[in-house]
């Protein structure tokens, strides 16, 4: 599944910015600056559309495959010795350049990813706010407890005013009397509160780049599987290094084959790109994204905010 780059590689990209390195071995991630154009440095046939994919921000996800460009994609550039990188600073908005694989760990070339998506500062502030967000936002606020006056009971006195020797009352539906009433206690409401839309971007954007500094952020060419059998997410699931939760993502609708393939996993969960949020992406540790997903992503992301 881990593709590497060889030494002339690095030296052909040698002009562009300082590489990335991801802490786990199965996914190298480097980063190059979205403002330098390609075809100044002689490398516009490496992109398919050349110079035009950076150029504008709404199509700033490519893809990189044996079948780019005018020629023939060199196989020797490919190599499975890994690359060692130097350390690079997490936050600076460089776009960043992944592998890209299948279930059946094939390499399928390397994809673009925006910068001012997956690799903006973090910040654990705005983290804790949209997951306190998400959690009230789903409560169900059903919860009810009766009145006196919905409480079930007679509305006589239950003894004379004096004479008796015990308290006062005029009510037997009381909050002090055994199957009386609760005083001042819940009633079905909502417990949502408010959080501004650019908070909640944002929130995505820093869990996005979390989880792809941690080398934990997987892109495949699609999230095709060949049958419904569950033996084969096992499979691929127990070949993942330090991996216990994971979190598929596709473009548009789940697959059925995929949905019965995980249904029975409670490690594996699959979501719709239109249902990625950051309460999903923090409990589970591998992140597992299609093509179509980033691309829909991203589009999200850039697309401006309706006040």
Known sequence: MAASMSRRLLRSFGSLYTFGRCDSPSITCQLFHGSHDLSTLGYSGLFKGGPSVLANRWLSTSILTPDSGEGAFPTDLLSTKPMVTAERSIGLCQDLIIPVTNFHNEDKGFMVLAGDVFDVPIRKDIV????LWQLAKRQQGTHSTKTISEVSGTGKKPWRQKGTGRARHGTLRGPQFRGGCVMHGPKPRSHAIKLNKKVRRLGLKIALTARAAEGKLLVF???????????NIVNYVTQMENTKKVLLVDGDSINEKLKLATQNLHYVNVLP???LNVYSILLHDTLVMSRNAVNKIVERMHTPINR
């Not at 060419?221 to 049958?227: C, G, S, Y």
Request: hydrophobic share 30%; glycine share 6%; aromatic share 0%.
């Open 128 to 131: 804790h706010r949209v997951v």
């Open 221 to 231: 060419d699609d999230l095709e599987v060949p049958n419904h059998k569950t033996k």
């Open 273 to 275: 790109s239109i249902g």
